[in-house]
């Protein structure tokens, strides 16, 4: 990918906020893929963070109403930074919800981002409602030829 002089491309994509959406998000990273080629292990594993966070805004922003989820995918030669946000309620990375049983639900998607990822920022959304996270995984290194 040749370097450009002025700010990387974003991509935007804005989905309702209901789980069968999510796919969307998947396929636009898919598309983004092929202009940087990654291993098909890397992109299995950004679509794994990826989805993580679209159903983080899925399940807890809007409870009850209808709402949408921003994704912006900034893809450069040596990394792609992912940030979704959403308008809803927000919610708290550090929370789980408790069962029946009083053993946590859910809670696992914020460590799976962090265990894939080599930067992760969780809070607010910009204007102060809803929320933002924002991944970024490093790319340098990765290398597979454009046949696959």
Request: hydrophobic fraction near 35%; proline fraction near 6%.
């Amino acid at each position: 990918m040749a370097r450009r002089n002025g700010p990387d491309p974003v991509v935007r994509l804005t989905i309702p906020a209901k789980p069968e959406y999510i796919t969307l998000c998947r396929l636009a990273l898919t598309g983004l893929s092929r202009l940087r080629p990654l291993s098909d292990e890397t992109l299995a594993d950004l679509k794994l963070a990826l989805t993580e966070a679209c159903s983080n805004s899925v399940r807890h922003a809007y409870p009850d109403a209808e709402g949408h989820v921003e994704i912006a995918y900034t893809l450069t030669e040596d990394a792609l930074s992912v940030v979704v946000t959403d308008e809803g309620g927000g919610f708290d990375p550090g929370a789980r919800e408790r069962g029946e049983d009083g053993l946590s639900e859910g809670g696992l998607g914020i460590a799976i981002i962090r265990a894939i990822a080599d930067e992760l920022e969780v809070g607010p959304g910009e204007n102060g409602r809803g929320s933002r996270l924002r991944f970024v995984k490093k790319l340098s290194g990765e290398s597979v030829p454009l046949s696959q």
